[in-house]
């Protein structure tokens, strides 16, 4: 399988690491280990301090499982397997798609959401959003993508990298236009439950239609990306025991202990989610400042979920360039276009962390310094 280089990883292993502040991140403030082992109920702080270090079922622990299918309507613990968030794309493509099938995935997106597919030998279309629309995805554009031989319809909202979401309307057209069809639909949900206004969050692709499969886990909206803990959730059981069988060949089992630990964090949903939430309107209304104030340098469509933003930089011509200058002469990371294979124009703001107001006063500074002072 020859496949190119992930642009984006590849960028982030250069500076996620070694840069001093990240204004590029696209997951929530982590929790340290002990705040989540305080939201332990009795039965889970039991597993907690009597788990043996052993395989585990490769579907994922019975608890975890039935904890993931509370998230869902007409998916029960049957319908679920655990993965890696990234080996469930990758898992996914490979059950479902043969070479020589078409394949129509939002863009610009994370590269493996339509890079597996192309390595497999399908032809891959992209469904993009119109910018001077609020990042709109339409419709009637998407269904002038599809032809006979198409396979598999791969979306992600809340969208990374503009934070964009469809209304409930639009996302039940998509859904039916998809279903009539019987083609499989793909769902990143990795931002849901990580809406800007509250009570928009969108209902999950699973529980919807029958060949569409939920991609969700708590690396993003829970803060937890150091669990690897995510899952698919669907309804087509057929499916879900070829990906089983694929399993094998990749991670075959999950951590012990992350499981646990996810576990714990599914029963504590409520609280993690309204704590991420709060932190993510409160710094959203930061950027709002920031941007009317650089309004001159910058183009800013506000995100309606997720933790991210895509704005254009109108006072550089090559943000790759402007961030490379920026992490070297401040210590900011940020996220150029160019690692989405979309342009040299925008920025991926991320607005997840908790240090999100001292980073932006230091990229401020440097801004006033380069574009006010110059």
Not at 339 to 351: E, K, P, T, V, W
């Amino acid at each position: 399988m020859q496949i190119p280089a992930f642009q984006l990883e590849r960028y982030f292993a250069r500076y996620e690491f070694s840069a001093r502040y990240l204004l590029s991140s696209s997951d929530c403030e982590s929790l340290s280990m002990s705040e989540l082992l305080s939201m332990a109920d009795p039965e889970m702080t039991d597993a907690w301090e009597t788990l043996k270090l052993g395989y585990t079922e490769s579907w994922g622990h019975p608890l975890l499982r039935e904890e993931i299918a509370r998230i869902y309507e007409q998916v029960a613990a049957d319908g679920v397997i655990t993965v890696v968030p990234e080996e469930g794309i990758f898992l996914a493509m490979h059950a479902l798609l043969e070479p020589g099938d078409h394949v129509v995935c939002t863009f610009p997106a994370y590269q493996s959401l339509y890079e597996i597919a192309r390595a497999i030998g399908c032809e891959v279309s992209t469904w993009e959003p119109d910018e001077e629309r609020g990042w709109y995805f339409d419709i009637d554009d998407l269904e002038s993508k599809l032809r006979p031989n198409t396979k598999l319809v791969v979306v992600n909202f809340p969208h990374n990298p503009t934070g964009f979401m469809p209304t409930r309307a639009d996302f039940a057209a998509l859904v039916e236009l998809v279903s009539k069809q019987g083609w499989y639909l793909l769902s990143d949900e990795m931002y849901r439950f990580l809406e800007v206004a509250p009570g928009t969050t969108l209902p999950a692709a699973c529980d919807l239609y029958e060949r569409a499969y939920s991609l969700s886990g708590l690396s993003k909206s829970f803060g937890l990306p150091g669990l690897r803990a995510g899952w698919l959730a669907t309804q087509d059981l057929q499916g879900l025991e070829r990906i089983s069988q694929l399993k094998d060949y990749t991670t075959i089992c999950a951590s012990a202990p992350s499981e646990l630990l996810a576990t714990i964090a599914l029963r504590s949903k409520e609280r993690i989610l309204i704590e991420q939430n709060e932190r993510t309107r409160r710094n959203l209304s930061i950027l709002d400042a920031f941007f009317e104030r650089y309004q001159d340098q910058f183009s800013w469509n506000r995100p309606k979920g997720g933790s991210i933003s895509f704005p254009r930089m109108l006072a550089v011509e090559d943000t790759f360039a402007f961030s490379e200058q920026v992490v070297a002469e401040t210590g900011i990371m940020l996220a150029p276009s160019r690692a989405f294979q979309y342009s040299d124009n925008h920025l991926r703001i991320g607005f997840g962390r908790e240090n999100l107001p001292k980073v932006v006063d230091l990229f401020s500074q440097y801004l006033d310094e380069r574009f006010i002072h110059n």
